[in-house]
Structures are given as C-alpha cells and as structure tokens.
C-alpha cells in the first residue's frame, strides 16, 4: 500500500541541545483537513513552539494535496505567525517576530524559500528590522536529486542485505538547498542553514534524514532514521521514533541511517544529535481511494510533546521544529 500521508503525522520531537530542562522545545500541533471530503476547501495546520527564549505561533493554510506525501504538481501553503521573547527576569513575553508569506511547489519540484519572511518589531534597545527566508526546497519524488539518489541506493542496498522477499523500491524525497530560516528574534540568534535530504521509503515506513545544519557559524551533521508505526494498545494513534546523531556516535559510514530504537522513557539516550518521539492522535477518518484500494484516513489530528536536545545549540533544535511547522502539509497534509 502506498504511504499516502492524508492521514499524515503530527510531529513530537525531541531535539538536541544540552540534555536539561532548561533547553527543551516544547511542540503542539492541530490539524484540520476539510479537503478529504471537499477539494474545494482548504486544510488548516495550527503549530505552537515554546522553548525558554521564545513563544511561537504558526499557522499553515494549505490547497487540497493531490495524495501521498508530496506532491508533484503545482500547490501552495500560506504561512503566517508571531513570535515573543520571553524575559528571563519573571517571564514577561515581548511581541518581537511576526511571519507572513508561503511556498509553492513548481511542477518540477522547485520550492522557493525567499516567498515567506520573518519582521522584528522593536523591543527595548532593539530596534524593528527584517529578514528573508532563502534557499529552496526540492519537493518531487519522480527526479530526486543526486544526493537523495545516492541516499536512496544506500538504503536500497541495506534493505537487500536485511531484508528477504521483495522489496517496494517507492520512495518520496525532500532535498534541503541552503534552506534558511532566519532569527527568531534574538540578536545572538543568526538563523539556521539547512541542506541534505529526507527519503521515505515505503519498504519500511520510515524517513531516512542525512542532512546538516549550520547555526551561528557553526555546522552540525545530521544522520539517521524516523519509522512510522501504530502505537501499541492504542487506538487511532500511530507515532514517529526519531534519531539523528552527530558523526561522533556513527559506528562507520552510513550505520547510523538505520540505527534502531531503544525504547520511549528514555529513547536515544546519551547520543549526541536529535532524538526523540512523534504521537499523532487521529480522528474524524474519512474513506479515500487511491489505485482502486480504499483507506481510511484521519481529517484531524491532534499532537503534543516535547523536543529535547544534546550538544547541539538550542537554535538547530527551534529551527527544526520551525522546518516541520512551515511544512506542515508536507509531513502532516492530505
């Protein structure tokens, strides 16, 4: 069956910065997906990020998709959001950031990022300013890039030694082109730039994530895998497993694409990178039919949690989560 994310995932993620409190992201996400009943409607994706420096609110109104997770035709997301600082002298929250814009995705796949921007409202001694996105986005499974290619062959080439039987050789693909998502709002915050790729593959429902992020100067990457599973003894919830490690927690070359899971309470502990779980509750299913096989699919989906981090700035955790909030009908979407 074809992984068609109508029914897509709602993120939880825990991320890497220092392993404390006070570094953690916390994540909420509602989505509301009217266009499963009525293409003519639009889908709505509501993302709150909360960490100790910043409160952020997103909201992602989206066309109808045209199935599985990516399409590649022509289709178009509108962004907007605020974000407050908060003062670490009793909590205050100061309105600083406010986004507007959105992301079309060409016919080709070409998805350009300097359509959306980020602008400061004055605070304190800081005055009122503004900053672009840039880079773009390659979203169309049909021609992925070469290195999506490439990381697609490796895991191929795994499956064929692990796996027995035949292998579903479908995968979608999301290449990061000096994807750049600037400050939230703090002058010490320079913004985050990301490149490398994202592949699913249906073989195993899971994302393959090799990728790198440079944040204040100073680039971290990123390797490893997020599988796509039912939550066990749970109804109408599936959950994400994520880990990404630093190249000093690889064992060698690309063994860290298929590390495994080490369990929930503590999940991925002690590796340096991003790890940690998505739960998606669901409800509202709608029956689809896609290649003459019907599914149901939720058109709301509701998630919560929390993104934690280790040896990596709090900036690369707050800029993934913003990463998975503006792409929301890329992960999340029908």
């Not at 570094?23 to 003519?40: C, E, G, S, W």
């Not at 880079?135 to 191929?156: Q, V, W």
């Not at 497993?241 to 309470?265: R, V, W």
Request: hydrophobic residues 40%; glycine residues 10%.
């Amino acid at each position: 069956m074809k992984r068609r994310f109508i029914y897509a995932p709602l993120f939880l993620f825990a991320i890497v910065g220092h392993a404390h409190a006070g570094d953690a992201v916390n994540f909420a996400m509602k989505a509301d997906m009217p266009t499963l009943r009525d293409k003519a409607m639009k889908d709505t994706f509501s993302v709150d990020l909360t960490d100790k420096q910043i409160e952020q609110s997103f909201k992602v109104v989206c066309e109808a998709g045209q199935g599985g997770i990516i399409s590649s035709r022509n289709q178009s997301c509108a962004v907007s959001g605020s974000g407050a600082l908060i003062n670490p002298n009793g909590g205050a929250k100061l309105q600083r950031t406010q986004y507007a814009g959105g992301w079309i995705v060409k016919s080709d796949g070409f998805t350009d990022a300097s359509t959306m921007s980020a602008n400061y409202l004055a605070v304190g001694k800081v005055g009122a300013s503004a900053s672009a996105f840039s880079g773009a986005l390659m979203l169309k499974p049909e021609n992925p890039s070469s290195t999506a290619s490439s990381l697609r062959d490796s895991i191929m080439k795994n499956f064929s030694t692990t796996q027995s039987g035949v292998i579903d050789t479908r995968v979608d693909t999301i290449q990061f082109v000096n994807f750049t998502i600037p400050s939230a709002g703090l002058p010490s915050d320079k913004g985050c730039v990301w490149n490398g790729d994202m592949v699913y593959a249906y073989q195993t429902t899971s994302w393959f994530i090799d990728v790198k992020a440079k944040c204040n100067g100073k680039e971290f990457p990123l390797k490893g895998n997020m599988p796509f599973t039912q939550t066990k003894n749970v109804g109408n919830q599936h959950q994400y497993d994520l880990t990404l490690t630093l190249p000093s927690n690889e064992a060698e070359g690309n063994d860290a694409l298929f590390a495994k899971p080490t369990g929930d309470a503590d999940l991925f502990a002690g590796a340096d990178g991003i790890s940690g779980q998505i739960i998606m509750k669901e409800s509202s299913y709608v029956d689809v039919t896609t290649g003459g096989q019907t599914d149901k699919v939720p058109a709301n989906i509701d998630a919560t949690g929390t993104l934690n981090g280790q040896n990596i700035p709090i900036e690369a955790v707050r800029s993934f989560g913003e990463i998975i909030a503006i792409l929301s009908r890329t992960f999340f979407g029908a």
